[in-house]
């Protein structure tokens, strides 16, 4: 007996439909990681752009900020809760492991059926969360995705590492994908690059910790030069190729919102793809830090809440991070 499957109405295209952020409440200056570490406020501003960053509270868990940044996605989309099929959350910094913080969101959003569940690409988590979350609706999976971008960075660094400690920061920022009549989300062009996994990387595992109390608590590393130097280089062509899968040019962009990991990073890479003047570029890193997997959507609510990107305007997104992992497409901004 031969039978077929039955196959859904699907969408031309999917969309980012609204965007959201929220910013923990204590904003910690350059002086204050000085306290920690043997540096200067004016040497960490010169080697990464930050000024200051946030860190969260401890009523400000990871499932709080995520799922108020995935609240106000949702007000400026105009999507119920209840409409959403799948709550995808992008994080690096979930120490409790399980249950997911998709989960966690799902409960303080009052998401009763959706599916939910947390994607582990470290800083370009977000960029592989979108790629999914298009993916899911243009194949008649899910019809809204909300996808959260979430960490509190603060709980897996050493504040006395100086390598580390003027870096991150904490936060959350969201979207909801959902169906569109035109293409409004490109294709993703993401990859690996295993040889470099040790160049972000804890100091120790958790079960070194658990079987030696004495160990201090697992904080992670950084190889700055080494992933300086292989973001500089290496991410301008993923860029490049992005733009050519998404059929347009620099020229065609309004924004450009790339990770924010350090601002010479994006300022090379802007060299390197010779972004035209009147392409918006995010630096959100000057007053937020590197908050890993949730940098592209807060920098991306920050330049749509400037009004200095026209609604529609299309966007150039790259993330990038421990793994050493990488995904970049071309939106259309909501």
């Not at 040497?43 to 509270?57: C, H, L, P, V, Y």
């Not at 949730?294 to 990107?309: H, N, Q, T, Y």
Request: net charge negative.
């Amino acid at each position: 007996m031969s039978g077929r499957i039955k196959t859904l109405n699907r969408p031309a295209g999917s969309r980012i439909l609204g965007v959201g952020a929220y910013r923990p409440m204590r904003v910690v200056s350059n002086s204050e990681i000085c306290e920690q570490i043997e540096s200067t406020p004016e040497w960490i501003e010169s080697r990464s752009g930050i000024q200051s960053r946030r860190f969260a509270a401890a009523e400000e868990s990871l499932g709080a900020m995520a799922a108020t940044a995935g609240g106000k996605a949702l007000a400026s989309a105009g999507v119920e809760i209840a409409d959403v099929g799948c709550i995808l959350v992008a994080t690096m910094s979930h120490v409790t492991q399980s249950p997911s913080v998709a989960t966690d969101v799902a409960g303080r959003l009052g998401a009763e059926n959706s599916a939910a569940f947390d994607i582990a690409a470290a800083c370009a988590g977000f960029c592989h969360a979108l790629a999914v979350a298009s993916d899911m609706v243009l194949a008649g999976s899910a019809r809204y995705v909300l996808v959260i971008g979430a960490e509190r960075m603060s709980d897996i660094i050493d504040p006395h590492d100086r390598g580390t400690a003027f870096v991150f920061g904490d936060g959350a920022g969201a979207i909801v994908v959902g169906p569109s009549e035109t293409a409004a989300i490109g294709p993703v062009v993401w990859g690996s690059d295993p040889s470099g996994r040790d160049a972000i990387a804890h100091d120790h595992s958790y079960l070194d910790w658990r079987d030696n109390p004495r160990l201090p608590w697992p904080t992670m590393r950084m190889a700055g030069q080494r992933v300086y130097r292989w973001a500089s280089w290496q991410m301008a062509p993923v860029a490049r190729r992005a733009l050519e899968v998404a059929g347009i040019t620099a020229n065609d962009l309004a924004a450009f919102i790339p990770h924010q990991a350090n601002v010479r990073i994006i300022n090379m890479i802007c060299k390197v793809l010779d972004l035209p003047e009147t392409v918006v570029v995010a630096r959100d890193i000057a007053t937020d830090g590197n908050t890993s997997g949730a940098s592209i959507p807060m920098a991306m609510d920050r330049v749509l809440a400037s009004g200095e990107v026209p609604s529609g305007g299309l966007a150039l997104l790259i993330g990038f991070g421990a793994g050493l992992v990488y995904a970049a497409q071309v939106v259309q901004l909501p």
